[in-house]
């Protein structure tokens, strides 16, 4: 199986930061990551698939990059509607998605 | 826009069997490029993936959830279904079905169902 795990696990942030999140997944597995994000009460949001690919209609202060098997998700500048969980998710080998990183206010 | 709503029982006994539906509406669960999900989150934890199929009916699950999945597929009602058995408390989630977008052999779940919280109590 393969397992992810992100970090931080949780963050606090201000409106206009740069944010960071990393994903590792345990093997390789290729640019096969998507990235979503999830508001308490609702349904993930896919923002990037493919480890750097902006899904249609996302901002693009969201961006992802990867090196090996480590996995990144920056949000350029933090706004108030990007408070929320953030999920990493691999399709290399089934699927199995990361612990999540919760963002929130400072 | 495509949608996708889940419907079922929202409490379900122990040991019996939890059966949700996943209908789709704004476009047809019968393109050759994508295949269909289900995915539950247990109360404040993470996602877990549990099973996809595809129009023709092919299927692959989680290997953890130990055979008790069943996922079918009705072209006619433009609708696909998950069946859990055995269920016990471990089971209460919140299940979602979701559209995986198989386009260039990148899968990704691009559109969601708002979710379904299913309880597992006597």
């Known amino acids: 199986d393969i397992q992810m795990t992100q970090s931080p696990s949780s963050l606090s942030a201000s409106v206009g930061d740069r944010v960071t999140i990393t994903c590792r997944a345990s093997?390789?597995?290729?640019?096969?990551l998507n990235w979503y994000q999830q508001k308490p009460g609702k349904a993930p949001k896919l923002l990037i698939y493919?480890?750097?690919t902006l899904q249609s209609g996302v901002p693009s202060r969201f961006s992802g990059s990867e090196s090996g098997t480590d996995f990144t998700l920056t949000i350029s500048s933090l706004q108030p509607e990007d408070f929320a969980t953030y999920y990493c998710?691999?399709?290399?080998?089934?699927?199995?998605f990361g612990p999540g990183t919760k963002v929130d206010i400072k | 826009q495509l949608q996708l709503q889940e419907s079922g029982p929202g409490l379900v006994k122990p040991s019996e069997t939890l059966s949700l539906t996943c209908t789709v509406s704004?476009?047809?669960?019968?393109?050759?490029?994508?295949?269909w999900g289900w995915i539950r989150q247990p109360p404040g934890k993470g996602l877990e993936w549990i099973g996809t199929?595809?129009?023709?009916?092919?299927?692959y699950d989680n290997p953890s959830l130990k055979s008790r999945v069943t996922i079918s597929v009705d072209t006619s009602k433009n609708q696909f279904s998950l069946k859990l058995s055995s269920v016990t408390a471990a089971d209460t989630a919140v299940y979602y079905c979701?559209?995986?977008?198989?386009?260039?052999?990148?899968?990704?779940?691009?559109?969601w169902g708002r979710g379904t919280l299913v309880t597992v109590s006597s």
């Open positions: 998710h691999q399709s290399y080998s089934f699927f199995t």
């Open positions: 493919s480890g750097s």
């Open positions: 704004g476009g047809s669960i019968s393109s050759s490029s994508n295949y």
């Open positions: 199929i595809n129009y023709s009916g092919n299927t």
């Open positions: 093997q390789t597995i290729s640019s096969f």
């Open positions: 979701a559209r995986l977008n198989s386009t260039s052999s990148l899968d990704y779940f691009d559109y």
